[in-house]
């Protein structure tokens, strides 16, 4: 059933408010009492039934903490500084998805623990796997303090084609250093190191082995981009039936 008003979670105490927002026409989701919510809800257990017989046109992550975590990636350390990385939980990103209708738009904050600009790009990026089309970059205010947010809309989760064709639009916006791909054949582990200038003489082999990658990521500005992670992919997709 789809709902008319906009879902916002972690918003803290109602008295908060958010000026962009009409209150008549949200549902605040926290998971504590004391928030005074109109559900609680917390994102690693069942989702109530009062909020799952709904499909959400907009929901807005306010202040969950569990929503991305910044690492240095420890999958290639050879540039300087190493390499920023983001976990994303599949969990909560399931949720998300299950509350969200097609199309639907989801607000997630911008929060850095390096520089803007480069953790701009990653988290659109990595958001990409997941089924999420990044849209734009939009400010919210809550009380007086403005806060920037990213926002996606929710499309299906891309097949092998549509992750070699988001590569091949990373390669042509950023500098990409490497493709990384490992992959299984009969209990054997392999890996390929593709450069950039090499990619489109790859795709052939890559799609070639198809089910039996587990790790697919581009790697550009000191960042890497998982585009199959199959701990995280596969444990969305079984989530998701």
């Given amino acids: 059933m789809l709902s008319d008003k906009t879902l916002v979670l972690c918003h803290g105490h109602k008295d908060r ?44 992550d306010a202040f969950c903490p569990i929503d991305v975590n910044y690492i240095r ?76 947010f990213h926002v996606y809309r929710k499309k299906a989760v891309p097949k092998l084609e549509d992750l070699i064709e988001f590569t091949r639009e990373l390669i042509q916006a950023e500098n990409v250093y490497e493709i990384q791909v490992k992959y299984k054949d009969r209990d054997v582990e392999d890996f390929l190191s593709i450069s950039a200038g090499e990619f489109e003489d790859s795709i052939d082999t890559i799609l070639s082995l198809d089910k039996k990658i587990y790790y697919f990521a581009i790697l550009y500005n000191n960042m890497t981009v998982e585009l199959i992670n199959k701990f995280d992919i596969t444990a969305l997709l079984k989530m998701l039936k």
């Fill in 73 to 148: 990636s420890t999958i290639k350390t050879s540039f300087r500084g190493g390499i920023i990385d983001a976990e994303l939980d599949p969990t909560y990103i399931n949720k998300i998805r299950k509350l969200l209708a097609d199309d639907g738009l989801f607000y997630i904050r911008c929060i850095y623990f390096v520089d803007e600009i480069r953790n701009n790009e990653l988290l659109i990026n990595k958001m990409f796997p997941f089924g999420f089309e990044f849209v734009k970059l939009e400010k919210l205010t809550f009380d007086e303090t403005s806060i920037k």
């Fill in 17 to 60: 408010k958010i000026k962009e927002l009409d209150y008549k026409e949200t549902i605040l989701a926290t998971i504590t009492l004391e928030d005074e919510p109109d559900v609680i809800v917390n994102l690693f257990e069942k989702l109530p039934e009062s909020l799952t017989k709904y499909k959400f046109p907009k929901i807005i």
